[in-house]
């Protein structure tokens, strides 16, 4: 059974190439030598010749094109990125490379920063990707926008929330914004929306529908792959729909795509190719050897999120019931503490978890899938020990809100 990950990325892993330079004879130096100064001769002979011969590339040869489609980068428009408004038309679809130039605007690279504590202090973090979804306003003008991203993207170490001033966001243009606030979060469906501060024009991604997508449509992703490559387009075909995976406990449905995703693609968008945001990337698999395994959460399903969020400043009806763990030296699995008014009537700290309605309790995860296949307002039944005294307790399932 193969093991799914989250794709955020730390900041302080970096890849580089370190392998050394085999030696070579002298032979071979030589041969290396003349090989290149003919390439140089050739080279040199064919500028001549295509500038000679190169079309005028100043004038309209399309027939006119709309630049607010295009994203401005030569080298995309040089492989046909450029297109007309119609292609949209009727249900028309774009190349990847369209795609790509249409979309990755609207994709963001995400840093988080925070002081940690071991036997000293220090700085950390790690990095994602995000996806400008809309504007917010104030007194009816726009002071800003909405950024959606990963819960995980912008959690520390220990699942705490990095304060919104340790959030950085770099649009495809290479601007830093401080987030100047994190309107909500949901762990369970790991979705996050972040706001920006700005009076600069940033291009928003239009929402697909996520119940149309059919297995074998292509797709694009884009994001910020290992924390340091941020734009970068890789494209598949939706692999599978409405995939049960189980991330640290938690269950979730999402797309299955064979399109590249690495760790810092957390958060970034997953395109059809019509430039609309049908998924937003979460997770892939951790399998040794295993690869075109990635994960996206379906838009339809992001976008109930963010409304929630932006409408209540939580996503509504998520099982809850205040209860953290931890494993002892038995590795047993023990109550640390309780949520007030949730449960702590009946759960004292320190109380042995054994099973939770039938099913044994050996890690917080094993918890966390039993109060997720309840419906707030139930019950679940708990083994616990105390005391030395096994007994069963009822616990309640409430309704997760912000602290």
Do not use: W
Not at 132 to 151: D, Q
Not at 175 to 184: E, Q, S, W
Not at 384 to 399: L, W, Y
């Amino acid at each position: 059974m193969s093991d799914y990950i989250f794709n955020n990325y730390p900041n302080d892993n970096k890849f580089s190439n370190n392998q050394k330079p085999n030696k070579s004879s002298g032979k071979t130096v030589f041969i290396a030598l003349f090989c290149a100064a003919s390439i140089l001769v050739s080279g040199f002979l064919g500028i001549m010749i295509g500038v000679a011969f190169a079309p005028d590339t100043s004038k309209d040869t399309n027939g006119g094109t709309v630049n607010s489609y295009v994203y401005e980068s030569p080298s995309i428009q040089n492989t046909g990125s450029v297109f007309e408004p119609e292609q949209l038309q009727n249900g028309g679809y774009l190349t990847v490379a369209q795609t790509a130039a249409y979309s990755a605007p609207t994709v963001v690279e995400i840093r988080t920063e925070y002081m940690a504590q071991s036997y000293f202090q220090y700085v950390t973090g790690g990095a994602g990707s995000g996806v400008i979804s809309g504007e917010y306003k104030v007194n009816g003008a726009k002071a800003g926008y909405y950024i959606l991203t990963n819960a995980h993207v912008i959690q520390k170490e220990n699942g705490n929330i990095v304060e919104a001033s340790g959030i950085t966001v770099t649009t495809s243009d290479g601007k830093d914004y401080t987030v100047k606030n994190i309107v909500g979060y949901d762990t369970m469906g790991d979705v996050a929306v972040l706001m920006i501060e700005t009076g600069d024009t940033l291009k928003c991604a239009s929402f697909g529908d996520s119940d149309t997508l059919i297995v074998g449509q292509e797709v694009v992703a884009i994001g910020n792959p290992l924390g340091e490559l941020g734009g970068t387009v890789t494209n598949g075909i939706v692999s599978a729909l409405d995939r049960e995976i189980n991330v640290d406990g938690n269950k979730m449905n999402l797309l299955q795509t064979n399109a590249a995703i690495n760790p810092g693609n957390s958060g970034g968008g997953l395109f059809n190719l019509r430039g609309e945001l049908v998924g937003l990337v979460n997770a892939k698999s951790s399998g040794s050897g295993i690869e075109g395994l990635g994960f996206a959460i379906p838009s339809n399903d992001v976008k109930m999120m963010l409304t929630d969020i932006l409408t209540y400043g939580y996503v509504r009806g998520r099982p809850f019931v205040g209860i953290n763990v931890y494993l002892d030296s038995y590795s047993r699995v023990r109550v640390h503490s309780l949520a007030p008014d949730h449960n702590d009537g009946v759960l004292q700290q320190h109380d042995i978890i054994l099973s939770a309605d039938g099913i044994n309790i050996k890690s917080s995860a094993d918890l966390l899938s039993v109060v997720q296949s309840h419906e707030v307002g139930e019950t679940i039944d708990l083994k616990i020990v105390r005391n030395g005294k096994e007994s069963t307790v009822k616990i309640t399932v409430f309704e997760k809100k912000p602290s």
